[in-house]
């Protein structure tokens, strides 16, 4: 097997594109299947190896792992184009559903479609929470750090930063006091008979550590990702809209640690409560978009971007701010990305030999679980009840339901989407479109 051309390549990362539904572990299965199975353009360990690298990486890491595949095959301009075309119809989906929600949100069959989604959704991110939770709660003290960071984030209200760092230093340091308890799972594989494995083993130069390399690398794609920012900072100053979208979702690309889900209960929170680019709803609603259409889950900032650019145009026509809102959140979100690849993949396999790291990302994974249990419970309460609050008791934060505004039909989608999901393994985007259409059925009537 040879080595493929860049116009092979560019075709497959096309068409991975518009067909990576499911979710990052749905997308890496996918790309295996295509990569290694069918075209073994690389072998199982050199896979592997790029995927735990990925891992320790913020960020969503099915995107970072098809830049880095492309980058191994085809150099800095392969892993653009890989990172670049699993992103690109997703974007372009999303763009035009938020557009649609923004323009035609209130009327009354668009609201009862996503009614019907948002009841969904919440089935799904409790289902994030067993599927991840089975896998990474392997012993008491990993329970105790899912649990940790659930009581850190539901109720004392810790920045999700902060606990995704602490989770990280109890895992390298308690490495040294109690390593089986810290151990990660580990990947086994064969040799592996790729053509990119041959390449590596003929010892390409852009394999190779540079220092320099890294150093004009790193320049180029900061300057890249922060100079739009640095700029609007300047020009309208920071108490804008375009400047805040874009400081925030630069800082949220440093720390989304442990994948899409437990990054949105950081962004969700936030959006939310203490920027209001949109309401719980509404961040249901797009959470619903990203999980139908192509592309990494962590689009849904991009809706998240639109309402905000929408509703706060300046002098732009709306559509417009929207429009370049999204684009700039979708930049700031993903450029780092490709910076993390391009800069850091030479050296994959010295930072895959240090053990305190593995146990790092161990202990990082179990706290995730508690994360994302924070994200469904805080959810749950919104799509359930019309009215919640959130009221200070002493040093805890307690939710305090108006039980009056409960509303029966959201639980009933909710429950069954769950029967659906657990009970006969229906398939995501099946469960999302019957709650849908039921939901839809049920708000049209009522």
Same mark, same amino acid.
């Given at each position: 097997m040879n080595k493929p051309s860049f116009v092979e390549a560019f075709r497959l990362w096309a068409r991975l594109g518009f067909v990576n539904f499911g979710g990052p572990a749905a997308q890496i299965a996918m790309m295996h299947r295509m990569v290694v199975d069918e075209r073994r353009w690389i072998g199982e360990t050199r896979f592997l190896h790029a995927l735990n690298f990925c891992t320790l990486l913020p960020g969503p890491e099915?995107?970072?792992?098809?830049?880095?595949?492309?980058?191994?095959?085809?150099?800095?301009?392969?892993?653009?184009?890989?990172?670049?075309?699993? &992103?690109?119809? =997703?974007?372009?989906?999303?763009?035009?559903?938020?557009?649609?929600? #923004?323009?035609?949100?209130?009327?009354?069959?668009?609201?009862?479609?996503?009614?019907g989604l948002q009841c969904a959704i919440l089935a799904i991110v409790f289902q994030a929470v067993v599927r991840?939770?089975?896998?990474?709660?392997?012993?008491?003290?990993?329970?105790?750090?899912?649990?940790?960071?659930?009581?850190?984030? $539901? $109720?004392?209200?810790?920045?999700?930063?902060?606990?995704? &760092?602490?989770? =990280? *230093?109890? =895992? $390298?340091?308690?490495?040294?006091?109690?390593?089986?308890?810290?151990?990660?799972?580990?990947?086994?594989?064969?040799?592996?008979?790729?053509?990119?494995?041959?390449?590596?083993?003929?010892? #390409?130069?852009?394999?190779? /550590?540079?220092?320099?390399?890294?150093i004009r690398v790193a320049l180029i794609g900061t300057t890249l990702w922060l100079g739009p920012v640095v700029l609007l900072w300047s020009v309208f100053g920071w108490q804008s809209t375009w400047t805040q979208l874009g400081v925030f979702f630069s800082e949220m690309a440093v720390v989304t640690f442990g994948g899409a889900y437990a990054v949105l209960a950081y962004v969700a929170q936030e959006a939310v409560n203490h920027y209001a680019w949109v309401t719980p709803e509404e961040m249901l609603s797009g959470l619903a978009l990203a999980e139908t259409t192509p592309g990494p889950l962590i689009l849904v900032v991009q809706f998240v971007g639109f309402l905000a650019g929408y509703r706060d145009p300046g002098t732009l026509d /709306?559509?417009?701010?929207?429009?370049?809102?999204?684009?700039?959140?979708?930049?700031?979100?993903?450029?780092?990305?490709?910076?993390? &690849?391009?800069?850091?993949?030479?050296?994959?396999?010295?930072?895959?030999?240090?053990?305190?790291?593995?146990?790092?990302?161990?202990?990082?994974?179990?706290?995730?679980?508690?994360?994302?249990?924070? !994200?469904?419970?805080?959810?749950?309460?919104?799509?359930?009840?019309?009215?919640?609050?959130?009221?200070?008791?002493?040093? *805890?934060?307690?939710?305090? /339901?108006?039980?009056?505004?409960?509303? /029966?039909?959201? !639980?009933?989608?909710?429950?069954?989407?769950?029967?659906?999901?657990?009970?006969?393994k229906r398939g995501m985007v099946e469960t999302l479109a019957a709650s849908a259409i039921l939901g839809m059925a049920w708000k049209l009537l009522a």
């Open positions: 099915a995107q970072q792992l098809a830049t880095y595949i492309g980058w191994l095959l085809h150099r800095t301009w392969g892993g653009i184009v890989a990172g670049s075309m699993f &992103i690109l119809p =997703g974007y372009a989906c999303i763009m035009a559903l938020s557009w649609l929600y #923004a323009v035609h949100g209130e009327v009354p069959a668009v609201a009862a479609l996503f009614y991840i939770g089975t896998r990474a709660l392997k012993n008491a003290a990993m329970v105790t750090l899912a649990a940790l960071a659930f009581v850190a984030l $539901f $109720f004392l209200h810790i920045p999700f930063p902060v606990v995704v &760092i602490a989770a =990280g *230093l109890t =895992g $390298f340091f308690g490495h040294r006091m109690a390593p089986d308890l810290f151990r990660g799972s580990g990947h086994g594989g064969g040799k592996g008979d790729g053509a990119a494995d041959r390449i590596l083993d003929d010892g #390409a130069d852009h394999l190779t /550590p540079s220092a320099s390399h890294a /709306p559509s417009l701010a929207g429009f370049l809102a999204a684009t700039l959140v979708v930049w700031v979100t993903f450029v780092p990305s490709f910076l993390w &690849i391009l800069v850091g993949a030479p050296y994959v396999e010295r930072l895959r030999g240090l053990p305190q790291l593995d146990a790092a990302l161990t202990a990082i994974t179990a706290a995730i679980v508690g994360v994302i249990l924070n !994200l469904a419970v805080w959810f749950a309460l919104h799509v359930i009840f019309a009215d919640v609050k959130f009221v200070d008791a002493g040093w *805890l934060t307690l939710p305090r /339901p108006n039980f009056s505004t409960l509303d /029966p039909a959201a !639980l009933v989608l909710a429950l069954a989407s769950a029967v659906a999901l657990f009970r006969f």
